[in-house]
């Protein structure tokens, strides 16, 4: 899960519009369900703490969007970076960047919190996360504020290019969103 929260709130935004015509009924807990097993065996420690230190880099982009924050968030993205969402639809770097960027000047962020399921070593060079996002704040919609909760967990590959590790792509496995108290589950 890599600003993948930040790429969310565009559908934040068309879900907060849409929440006049959604089912106000009983909701469920916005807790993701999906899990993926580790792959491959448990990276090396000083492997673990470079690139979970990303995901640290990640939080401070989506808390404080300085143009410094974003960029060292940004940095660890590979050139060949393709986001893959719930859909299956692929955004490479460049058009996932400007995306976030885009979101970001509409959404205030006051909490960000990563939780690692698994960081596992396919092979000397590749790594693969589980990870869990977990970001609340507000929404300036065009129809208005809205109270942010969204939970996303991803499972990213790192591989090991020119001596640093870089983010060659994040998947999603599960979104959960709530919008003014309105959980939206995104699927799987």
Known sequence: MYLKTAALLACATFAAGALAL????????????????????????????????NYDLQCAAILDPTDK???AAFASMAPEFVNVDSTGAQQKRADFIASVKEN???????????????VSALDANTVVTVVTETVTGDLQA??????????????????????KWALTQSKDLHIVMKVDGVVRDIGQ
Request: hydrophobic share 35%; glycine share 6%.
């Open 142 to 163: 065009p129809d208005g504020k809205h109270d942010l909760d969204a939970t996303t967990t991803t499972q990213d590959t790192w591989k090991l290019e020119s001596g």
């Open 69 to 71: 924050n974003l960029d």
């Open 104 to 118: 970001l000047k509409a959404f205030h962020g006051t909490n960000c919190n990563n939780t690692f399921a698994s």
């Open 22 to 53: 959604a089912d106000t009924g009983p909701t469920a807990s916005p807790v993701p369900t999906a899990s993926a097993a580790p792959i491959g065996s448990p990276a090396p420690a000083a492997i673990q703490r470079l690139i979970t230190a």
